[in-house]
């Protein structure tokens, strides 16, 4: 049998070449009709969402998944079953979209009620989130950070090139992309005032990430290697987390980020399984100094995934790409991340959301933050229609795309989309 990675696979579905969903990557999300009902379990494929609970129904993976298992409003009772299952059901989904598969296919009854047009639906949450830890792992990211704020020659704290860093972010305020949300306010104290403030935020920003979603647990006071923390990781989302740099800027000594990014992380909808990505593993850049033993790596653990950002204003007609890169830039690996999460003896649960930090790569068009794009507001980006951005207005709306290019196809993730509206004073 063909595996679900073989770029000459073929769906009896119509895939456009540069759609996100060939047969290759079946990303699993969470849907319902478009004017509610149950929500359920499915997979992305061309234009449309194979409906995973109908085809349960019908008895196609009686040999692979326990019953009932995708009538779920949440991926993570899927995910807790593990690797093997994980496999097991994709290599199932994958035979019964094969174009040389009559099983599906020629079931024109069970088709029609399975296959749905993505157009016709409505994309929800795609796992309960149990947890939310956002890292720092960008090298270009945090040394332009660095630069603004402490100068070149200390723009790296001392322990950045030996450790993950990362903070406990708020699980509550995830959201789906579409999601809009408020302007958020919070404490403000300009460099020359006595005092703080308090009132909307100025510099409203967005973060470029890659959310790593944990799929199976581990115990309190035990500790993972790589190969287990590989194991863990069911799979990858875009993520968008917005930050209020000014709020921030306030708060984050002696503690690090609260409020300013406790408002809201948009994720997109669609969980691409770990298993699609493998074609595309490459290695990061070199770790020099070496990591602790803890934290080397024997296996390439980047991945190769274009990401783009553009901005739509009130205003615009139509949206403008402000940003490019790339998530193999990241110092710091998904695995690595998640060995150093539960170094300490932290319990990590099922549907644990892992935030990659900013992705920046090494050109000023690749950076993943208006922090960054506009270098704390003294370069601002001039936009098509002739306006221009620091950081957000009210009205705007920021979309980030992902994708692996493969020979003939793309393994994507969609899209994560958020508009601002004005702040509740």
């Known amino acids: 049998m063909p595996h679900p990675n073989d770029p000459k696979l073929k769906s009896f579905v119509a895939v456009d070449p540069d759609s996100d969903f060939p047969i290759q990557n079946l990303p699993y999300g969470v849907f319902s009709s478009a004017d509610g009902g149950a929500r359920r379990v499915g997979v992305a494929i061309g234009d449309f969402v194979l409906d995973l609970a109908a085809l349960d129904e019908a008895g196609l993976f009686k040999e692979c998944v326990p019953r009932g298992v995708f009538a779920n409003a949440a991926l993570n009772p899927f995910m807790a079953l593990g690797p093997d299952v994980w496999r097991a059901a994709r290599v199932r989904i994958s035979e019964l979209l094969r174009h040389d598969n009559a099983e599906l296919r020629d079931d024109t009854g069970l088709r029609n009620k399975a296959l749905i047009r993505r157009n016709s639906v409505r994309l929800h949450l795609p796992f309960t989130v149990a947890g939310y830890t956002d890292f720092y792992s960008s090298r270009e990211h945090a040394t332009n950070v660095g630069i603004m704020f ?40 300009a460099p020359d005032a006595e005092r703080p403030s308090f009132g909307p935020s100025r510099k409203l920003d967005f973060e470029l990430e890659m959310g790593v979603v944990v799929g199976t647990p581990s115990a309190m006071g035990t500790r993972i290697g790589e190969r287990d923390a590989a194991d863990m990781i069911f799979g990858f989302t875009l993520l968008n987390d917005w930050s209020a740099r000014d709020i ?147 009205g705007d709306t920021l979309t980030i795309r992902g994708w692996c290019q493969g020979e003939g196809y793309r393994v994507g993730f969609g899209e994560v989309a958020g508009t601002i509206l004005p702040a509740r004073t």
């Open 248 to 394: 921030q800027a306030w708060e984050y000594v002696p503690l690090g980020p609260f409020q300013a990014k406790a408002f809201a992380t948009s994720i997109g909808p669609w969980v691409v399984a770990s298993e699609a990505l493998a074609p595309f593993r490459v290695p990061g850049p070199v770790q020099d100094p070496e990591p602790l033993p803890y934290l080397r790596q024997s296996e390439a653990g980047n991945y190769d995934i274009h990401l783009e950002v553009a901005l739509r204003t009130a205003a615009a007609e139509k949206p403008a790409v402000i940003a490019r890169t790339n998530f193999r830039h990241m110092y710091w690996s998904s695995v690595q991340q998640l060995v150093h999460h539960a170094s300490s003896g932290c319990a990590m649960n099922v549907g644990d959301l892992l935030g990659s930090g900013t992705i920046s790569g090494p050109t000023p068009d690749s950076f993943g933050s208006l922090l960054e794009l506009s270098w704390n507001g003294t370069r601002p980006i001039a936009l098509p229609n002739g306006e221009r951005r620091t950081f957000f207005e009210d």
């Open 150 to 189: 402490r100068g070149k020659d200390n723009a790296l704290q001392p322990n950045w090139t030996h450790i993950p860093i990362g903070y406990n972010g708020r699980a509550s305020t995830v959201v789906v992309s579409g999601t809009p949300f408020h302007r958020p306010c919070g404490q403000l104290k």
